[in-house]
C-alpha cells in the first residue's frame, strides 16, 4: 500500500501571540508562586491543563515523584500530544517549564522565565491544531522541576524534563527532535541556540529562521546551556534548546533574570510572535513530506 500524505502548514498569527501573552499573564495573576514540589506548583499544572483545553487542546496531568534534597515531592507535567495522520511517524517534541526559582526573593513573578513560554507553547499547541495533521506526531510537554531547589544535580532541577523523556524512552518512541523553549517573551527578544545543541537540529533551527524571515533574530551560542532540553539529549534524542539569554536592563546583560524585576511589563506580544513564527517554521522544517 502506497500512503499518499499532504502535511499541512502552520501559521502562528498575531491572535496567536495576544492568547500567548494573555496565557501568561493569567499564569502570573492567578499562579505565583508556582514552586515545583508544592500545593501552589500543582495548582499552576491544572491551570495550564485547563487553559489549553479552553483552545481545543487535549491536555492531561502526567503526575510523578521524585527526589530532591528536601526528600521526594509530588509532581506534575502537563503533556498536550498531536498525532500525525502518517503511519510510523516521528515525534517533534516541544518542552518548557511553568515553575518559579524558589531561591528567588520574593515577590517573584516568573513572567518571561516560565510564564511567557508556558503562554507560548499552549498557543502553538492551538496553531497547531488548527493547523490538523502534520505529518509528524507532536508533543507539548509543560515540564514541573526545571528550578533547583539548592543546586542543579541528579536530584535536584529538570525532574520533569528527565521524567518526559524517560516517558519517550520507555514507550520506544521515535523522537525526530526535542526543542526547548525558555525566556521568549522579552520585549528586546534575542534568541540564543547555545552551542550544547544537536549539530544537525541547529542547522534547521536557522534554516527555519531564513525561510520565516527571522534571521537576525537568530544567533549561535558560545556556550552551553542547562535547560530541560538537556534531558532529552542525554536521553539519547535529538535536542536544541531556543532561550534569550540577555534580559536585563541593557544589551548584554541579563539583570532581571532570577530577580524580582522579571515581570509581566517586561513581557511583549511582539517577541511571542516572532517566537511562536520561529517554532511554527522549525516544525514545517521538520514534518515528514
Wanted: proline fraction near 5%.
Amino acid at each position: 500500500m502506497i500512503e499518499f500524505f499532504l502535511a499541512a502548514a502552520i501559521s502562528f498569527t498575531p491572535a496567536d501571540a495576544r492568547l500567548a501573552h494573555a496565557t501568561a499573564a493569567g499564569l502570573v495573576e492567578n499562579c505565583t508562586p508556582r514552586d515545583a514540589g508544592t500545593p501552589e506548583g500543582l495548582k499552576a499544572a491544572r491551570w495550564i491543563r485547563d487553559r489549553a483545553a479552553e483552545e481545543g487542546v487535549d491536555a492531561r496531568l502526567d503526575p510523578f515523584r521524585a527526589m530532591t534534597p528536601d526528600g521526594e515531592r509530588d509532581f506534575a507535567n502537563v503533556v498536550a500530544e498531536i498525532p500525525s495522520a502518517r503511519t510510523n511517524a516521528p515525534w517533534v517534541v516541544f518542552i518548557s517549564h511553568f515553575d518559579t526559582a524558589p531561591t528567588v526573593k520574593r515577590p517573584f513573578e516568573g513572567a518571561n522565565d516560565g510564564a511567557s513560554t508556558t503562554g507560548l507553547m499552549v498557543a502553538l499547541a492551538a496553531a497547531v491544531r488548527r493547523a490538523g495533521a502534520v505529518g509528524v506526531n507532536v508533543a507539548f510537554e509543560w515540564a514541573d522541576a526545571e528550578e533547583c531547589r539548592v543546586r542543579y544535580g541528579p536530584d535536584d532541577g529538570f525532574q520533569g524534563a528527565r521524567h518526559a523523556a524517560a516517558r519517550f524512552r520507555a514507550q520506544g518512541r521515535r523522537v525526530k527532535a526535542a526543542i526547548g523553549l525558555d525566556m521568549l517573551g522579552d520585549r528586546d527578544l534575542h534568541v540564543t541556540v547555545p552551542a550544547n545543541g544537536d549539530a544537525a537540529l541547529k542547522e534547521a533551527v536557522f534554516r527555519a529562521a531564513k525561510e520565516a524571515g527571522l534571521a537576525p533574530l537568530v544567533s549561535s551560542g558560545r556556550y552551553g546551556v542547562l535547560d530541560d532540553f538537556v534531558a532529552f539529549h542525554e536521553a539519547g534524542f535529538p535536542a536544541v534548546d531556543l532561550i534569550d539569554f540577555e534580559y536585563g536592563s541593557a544589551p548584554g546583560k541579563n539583570d532581571y533574570w532570577h530577580t524580582p524585576a522579571d515581570t509581566m511589563d517586561k513581557v511583549s506580544a511582539e517577541s511571542l510572535e516572532k517566537a511562536g513564527r520561529l517554532a511554527a517554521a522549525i516544525l514545517d522544517a521538520l514534518k515528514e513530506k
